[in-house]
């Protein structure tokens, strides 16, 4: 088992370029996150898919698009990216959805800047 | 809004002694809560999850409390390592499936 696994790993883009984050996890899991994490700011949930099929916003959605291609893809997309989007990516997964034990695997993360 | 707040400053403790940890959240009134561990350059791991109806659960030398009278957790480990210096960081969930993270406290462990 890979577990959660993410594309690329590090990335430098120019304000207003365009790029697409690919997240796959092999553990059947029904949910799937992406997050973003800053020094001092801890992980922001910028998108959420609970099931195959749905997705949802989380607390920074705003500059992000995600679709949820089949269960076990989750990409994140940055249609123009802008330097505040430097950061790290993680994508997770759980095995749950709803009041349970929602543990998150996590992928490696990407590592983004933008010029 | 919902808060969660960790020691915002790194915790320095001697080999051997107990580490403890606190969470603390406002305005949330979580189903659960878990713990997990982050290295330099990797994303967490999940440690331990704890649900709004227990007060304590331990695993090997780890022991997690839930007070949701103080809105509070505390996370010790026992018998510190040096190989135990990580980021830890607490999650609160409820009903959905999303789970909100506080920004961790590093903790370092000295031989």
């Known amino acids: 088992n890979a577990g959660v696994t993410q594309t690329p790993k590090f990335q430098v883009l120019k304000t207003g370029q365009s790029m697409t984050l690919q997240c796959a996890q092999d553990m059947n899991h029904n949910s799937m996150y992406w997050y973003r994490q800053d020094p001092g700011m801890g992980l922001r949930l910028i998108y959420y898919s609970a099931s195959e099929g749905t997705t949802d916003k989380g607390e920074v959605p705003n500059g992000y698009n995600v679709s949820r291609l089949n269960k076990r893809e989750f990409s994140l997309r940055l249609e123009s990216a802008a330097p505040s989007q430097t950061s790290v990516y993680f994508c997770?997964?759980?095995?749950?959805?709803?009041?349970?034990?929602?543990?998150?695997?996590f992928g490696p993360g990407t590592r983004l800047t933008v010029l | 809004s919902q808060k969660i707040e960790q020691n915002s400053e790194a915790l320095n403790i001697q080999e051997g002694k107990t580490a403890t940890l606190t969470c603390n959240y406002t305005?949330?009134?979580?189903?659960?809560l878990q713990w997990y561990r982050q290295d330099p350059g990797r994303g967490p791991v999940f440690l331990l999850l704890?649900?709004?109806?227990?007060k304590e659960k331990r695993k090997e030398r780890l022991k997690v409390t839930f007070d949701t009278t103080l809105k509070q957790s505390l996370f010790h480990i026992t018998a510190s390592q040096p190989a135990d210096s990580a980021t830890y960081l607490c999650?609160?969930?409820?009903?959905?499936?999303?789970?909100?993270f506080g920004s961790g406290t590093r903790l370092s462990i000295r031989p």
């Open positions: 704890i649900r709004e109806n227990e």
């Open positions: 999650a609160l969930g409820g009903s959905a499936s999303k789970i909100i």
């Open positions: 997770a997964s759980s095995g749950t959805s709803g009041i349970s034990y929602n543990e998150q695997f």
């Open positions: 305005n949330y009134s979580p189903a659960y």
